[in-house]
């Protein structure tokens, strides 16, 4: 009968198997995109380097740091400078682990999927700093150039 109404269907067991059948392969294609980005996130590495090529860093998927390279360049700048341009460095992969985490949810998971909003929204939280508060009036960070 196709003029069942949607009670009638439910108590019907064929249209019951079939409403269930179809519900576990949801479930069961959720489970394995959910296992597929989970993968590729747990294999994701960004690497960046500051704006003066001084570090270049390379982080994992949470943000930890799992590379450092510094150029001989190094030497001709204040301690401060260099720490400065590696934590330029790191943030920029932040941000970019964050995109391509971003990216990964939405591939697996699909454009409208909940999940994946959640999840890249969850990924940005982690990886993205907040933005700074700007300085008072009048307050400079000393640059490049400075030895």
């Not at 930890?64 to 001709?76: A, G």
């Not at 971003?102 to 999840?119: F, H, K, N, Q, Y």
């Not at 933005?131 to 307050?139: C, D, L, N, R, S």
């Amino acid at each position: 009968m196709s003029d069942m109404s949607d009670g009638d269907a439910f108590l019907d067991p064929d249209a019951s198997r079939e409403y269930l059948r179809s519900w576990k392969d949801r479930v069961d294609q959720q489970a394995a995109n959910t296992q597929a980005m989970s993968d590729r996130i747990g294999q994701l590495r960004v690497s960046a380097e500051d704006g003066n090529r001084l570090a270049e860093v390379t982080i994992d998927a949470s943000g930890l740091l799992v590379e450092l390279k510094l150029t001989d360049r190094i030497h001709q700048f204040a301690p401060e400078v260099v720490s400065r341009a590696v934590m330029a460095a790191l943030r920029d992969a932040r941000v970019k682990a964050a995109a391509q985490s971003r990216e990964i949810a939405v591939e697996t998971m699909g454009p409208d999927s909940l999940s994946a909003r959640t999840i890249a929204d969850r990924m940005q939280q982690l990886l993205e700093p907040p933005e700074p508060e700007p300085g008072p009036p009048g307050e400079t960070t000393p640059g490049i150039g400075r030895h």
